[in-house]
């Protein structure tokens, strides 16, 4: 579509922005052997891509730099980094929680930057989104914190809601609460809950933002094998901020490290965690392992 096919090798720091789809397929393609373990084929578009994604907050805080990152349908991305990296923002952008304020997000191949009111409002049943603080309604139940999506943005009805609703709570162990309010949950029990609700709008993209952080170290492990379970089960993609390096090790197909905005590092669990070629990354490691 734009330009001409050159036989480049694409360096996500120079490459132009929002390039062609099948050029940019084919770039990609060439350019993540070996930084997943997620296995990709030619001819497969990354489901998510970001080309020197930018972000300033009032005109002057530079958040995010320079970012570009491509994630595979069904890849399992942990994003790691010290706190103020950006790593909140970047995923704030890719479901336009946040504004970018330059480069390009893709999804499927559909450019969401700069869309309009009800474009995003089919991103946001594209890409779900699980968060640090949990985020459900305290006056409705499990259940109905489940439901409620659905029959909003998807317009099911409340029977199908409710059949979904259920499926979910079971799949996330929680059958049984169905029926209770978060305040009668535990931290950990809300997750879940939270991560149900994510998972029965079935979106493509599934953002987690240290979903473990807020909870008491006891719940981390329930919460941690919900996520286990969609990342090897699923078949979903997901990108998780996270601070759990044994879940990164175990469960991540690529590992991201990120610093002053910009995507520093980033390769396969066990090259990043145990040969890290940048000195940021190895440091931040060795200070949180
Ligand atoms: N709405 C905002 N207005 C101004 N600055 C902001 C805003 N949101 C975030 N920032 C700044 O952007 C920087 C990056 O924040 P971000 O939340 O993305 O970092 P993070 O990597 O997620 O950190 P943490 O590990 O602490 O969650 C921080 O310096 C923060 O103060
Ligand atoms: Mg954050």
Not at 92 to 108: D, F, Q, V
Not at 233 to 260: K, L
Request: with cysteine; charged share 25%; glycine share 8%.
């Amino acid at each position: 579509m734009f330009g001409k096919k050159k036989a480049v090798k694409y360096d996500p720091n120079t490459a132009p922005a929002s390039l062609d789809a099948e050029e940019a397929a084919r770039l990609a393609f060439a350019s993540d052997q070996g930084l997943t373990s997620h296995h990709f084929v030619e001819g497969e578009h990354p489901i998510v891509r970001i080309e020197h994604l930018g972000k300033t907050f009032d005109g002057t805080t530079q958040v995010l730099r320079d970012v570009n990152l491509n994630v595979w349908p069904g890849e399992i991305v942990v994003v790691l980094g010290p706190s103020g990296s950006g790593k909140s923002t970047m995923l704030r952008c890719i479901n336009l929680l946040e504004t970018p304020t330059s480069g390009h997000i893709l999804i499927e191949d559909e450019e969401i930057t700069g869309k309009s009111i009800s474009a995003v409002n089919k991103l946001r049943r594209d890409v779900g989104m699980v968060f640090q603080s949990f985020n459900l309604f305290p006056h409705l139940t499990a259940k109905e914190n489940v439901m409620i999506g659905q029959t909003r943005v998807l317009k099911k009805s409340k029977a199908e809601a409710e059949k979904e609703a259920l499926l979910q709570l079971d799949r996330v162990g929680l059958l049984d609460r169905a029926d209770f309010k978060p305040p009668q949950l535990s931290g950990g029990q809300q997750q879940r809950v939270a991560i149900a609700r994510a998972i029965a709008m079935h979106p493509n993209v599934l953002l987690f933002d240290e979903p473990t952080s807020a909870l008491d170290p006891e719940l981390v492990r329930g919460v941690l094998d919900v996520m286990r379970d969609l990342a090897l089960n699923s078949g979903m993609t997901m990108i998780v901020v996270t601070h759990e390096m044994g879940f990164a090790r175990d469960v991540a197909d690529r590992v991201v490290f990120m610093e002053g905005g910009v995507v520093v590092e980033q390769g396969k669990p066990e090259k990043v965690f145990d040969h890290p070629e940048n000195a940021r990354t190895a440091e931040f490691l060795g200070s949180i392992e």
